[in-house]
């Protein structure tokens, strides 16, 4: 499993029959996974292989914060109360709590108003209201409707910023000299 690239010895966590999330030595030695068959044993009788057990969260990176575009893709989301997980503590926070812990990186995320096609920033949209983080919705103006963030994702009123347009924009902002004008 490891060499074929299905889990990362170092960076990924198993979720264990109880619930919990574990190390992967922890998991091959409590044989959850079997990494020679490459495969997740559902119960003591019952397996799927590595790569579905991954698309069900059941393996999951610990290597944070997470997007919360790749936060809710390894299932550490839960659209019922808008809640994200933190497997290293098995805990679920908030989105601003999230972001907060470290978990959500808030700048990996941003909001776009349908009607007024004005993009903003994430932790802005918080601000403004147009992120109810209480309830984990997100209100689309143009519908008067308000989704989870699954659903706010599909609908393209979050949208994914990928990590190499954040690194760029900051390396934009640091090359630009500060000019003196007298």
Do not use: C
């Not at 170092?10 to 619930?19: P, Q």
């Not at 809710?72 to 808008?82: Q, S």
């Not at 984990?136 to 989704?147: C, E, P």
């Amino acid at each position: 499993a490891i060499d074929q690239d299905l889990v990362d010895p170092l960076n990924s966590l198993v979720k264990n029959r109880s619930g919990k999330y574990t190390t992967l030595d922890e998991a091959l030695n409590l044989a959850i996974i079997d990494g020679d068959k490459n495969v997740y044993f559902v119960t003591d009788t019952q397996s799927i292989s590595l790569h579905e057990a991954m698309e069900k969260g059941l393996i999951v990176s610990n290597v944070k914060p997470y997007s919360m575009f790749n936060a809710i893709k390894m299932r550490l989301y839960r659209p019922d109360n808008g809640k994200f997980g933190d497997p290293n503590l098995n805990s679920y926070y908030d989105l601003k709590t999230a972001i907060e812990t470290g978990v959500i990186d808030e700048d990996s995320t941003q909001f776009k108003n349908l009607l007024t096609k004005q993009i903003k920033p994430l932790s802005q949209a918080i601000l403004d209201g147009d992120i109810n983080v209480q309830k984990g919705r997100v209100f689309d103006q143009k519908s008067g409707q308000s989704f989870n963030y699954e659903i706010a994702f599909e609908k393209g009123i979050l949208r994914n910023v990928p990590r190499g347009a954040m690194i760029k924009k900051q390396e934009v902002h640091e090359q630009i000299p500060s000019i003196k004008i007298d």
